[in-house]
């Protein structure tokens, strides 16, 4: 299985839009896709209009530790080869328990690794702060897709997260940079992504430009290719999914799955 988050330690630049529509275009292309709601706001699973499951009666973050908690968790969604596991309130004392154990970064991983047995893809829409969690995140991901909107502001967060990386000692070649709500009227907007495309080599070509069907996902309740698949957005996802699938090589495990 391979491991994609979507993950800016920045909050409101599409990390739960890329989430949705690059595990939407992971299922639609024939891989066995979980989308993983990491941040206790359900967005994701809110847009695929699966609801959240109850709170358990557990000791405090117990359930996140238990693989059977995990796989019981997962729901199938309206879409062939994607299924969700809805966020769970317990999430926001994952940092705690985390902290309490052995193996505190690689936690995730194991999890998501037993858990997830039978998905070829597993993608993690993540919350957007440095945390216990966020560092699991870092560990279990293969690559790490971050939305960046072109501005000085974002540009600056993106920084932070390389800087963190090294001094911290992640695989940097795992973060896979992108552009996300581009609005090409901008002059900052334009300004900025020819001065980051020249800084930032891994930097992937596709962008998202801004859309008000990004935002119609809400009223939906859908991936964006499934109500406007026509529409330039739609596009957009489907460019960013084929760019994301080529740096993970999911072509081999598709091979080994005979499909
Ligand atoms: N390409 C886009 N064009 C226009 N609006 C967008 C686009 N991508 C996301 N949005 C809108 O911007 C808002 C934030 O997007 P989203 O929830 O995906 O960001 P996020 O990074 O997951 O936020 P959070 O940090 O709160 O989890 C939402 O209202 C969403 O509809
Ligand atoms: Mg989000």
């Known amino acids: 299985m391979k491991i994609l988050a979507c993950y800016s330690n920045k909050g409101g630049v599409g990390k739960t839009a890329t989430a949705v529509n690059l595990a939407y275009q992971s299922a639609l292309n024939g891989y066995r896709t ?48 994607l299924d969700l596991l809805p966020a769970s309130a317990e ?22 690794r037993a858990a997830g047995e ?7 829409d993540c919350p957007p702060n440095v945390s216990l969690l966020s560092e699991n995140v870092f560990k279990a991901a293969d690559r790490v897709v971050v939305p960046v909107i072109p501005t000085t502001l974002s540009v600056r967060t993106l920084e932070q997260l390389y800087r963190f990386f090294r001094d911290q000692g992640y695989q940097r070649r795992k973060l896979l940079p992108f552009f996300s709500m581009v609005q090409h ?75």
């Open 34 to 81: 979980l989308l993983c709601d990491l941040d206790p706001q359900g967005a994701s699973g809110f847009y695929l209009r699966i609801k959240p499951p109850k709170p358990k009666a557990a000791r405090e973050g117990e359930s996140f530790a238990d693989f059977a908690w995990i796989a019981g968790a997962i729901r199938a969604s309206d879409y062939a080869n």
């Open 185 to 259: 009227g901008k002059n900052l907007h334009r300004d900025t992504m020819v001065a980051l495309q020249k800084e930032y080599k891994r930097l992937l070509k596709s962008y998202v430009p801004f859309s008000a069907e990004v935002e119609k996902m809400g009223i939906h309740r859908a991936p964006v290719a499934v109500f406007a698949g026509r529409d330039q957005v739609a596009a957009a996802y489907r460019e960013l999914w084929r760019e994301v699938e080529g740096r993970v090589k999911l072509d081999n495990d598709k091979g080994e799955d005979g499909h």
């Open 118 to 124: 039978d998905y070829q893809v597993a993608i993690l």
């Open 91 to 112: 999430y926001r004392n994952v940092d705690i328990f985390l902290s309490r154990l052995k193996n505190r970064r690689s936690r995730l991983k194991k999890l998501l």
